[in-house]
């Protein structure tokens, strides 16, 4: 299972972002996905988590209310839609994948990592 993230970029407080991460491979549909960021010198924090139906969602508290993960099963993606951006979310933002159909909000509840995206918020 490979997966791509893209969709990082400078932008200005307040602004509005969408990653996405296109996923390889037929099983993407069964997988739980997330995404975590990394800011510098600091430890991986969870942001958001989609379960394979989309019917279940989980974000971390510091996103809630501006950040919105969805997927596309028929394109293998999986998105996360960012709003009112703020300096304090400037990181590397990694989308991953879960076999296990439960929600996680844990790097080691995920079996499959992308390279990660920067996003870069400017004051």
């Known amino acids: 299972v490979q997966l791509q993230a893209s969709g990082g970029g400078l932008v200005q407080a307040g602004d509005s972002l969408r990653l996405s991460c296109a996923t390889s491979g037929r099983a993407f549909s069964s997988f739980t996905m997330g995404w975590f960021r990394q800011a510098p010198g600091q430890e991986r924090e969870f942001v958001a988590a989609?379960?394979?139906?989309?019917?279940?969602?989980t974000y971390g508290d510091s996103v809630k209310g501006r950040f919105t993960i969805s997927r596309d099963n028929a394109k293998n993606t999986v998105y996360l839609q960012m709003n009112s951006l703020k300096p304090e979310d400037t990181a590397v933002y990694y989308c991953?994948?879960?076999?296990?159909?439960?929600?996680?909000?844990?790097?080691?509840?995920?079996?499959?990592w992308g390279q990660g995206t920067q996003v870069t918020v400017s004051s």
């Open positions: 991953a994948a879960r076999v296990l159909r439960i929600l996680g909000i844990k790097e080691t509840d995920y079996n499959f």
């Open positions: 989609i379960s394979w139906s989309a019917g279940s969602t």
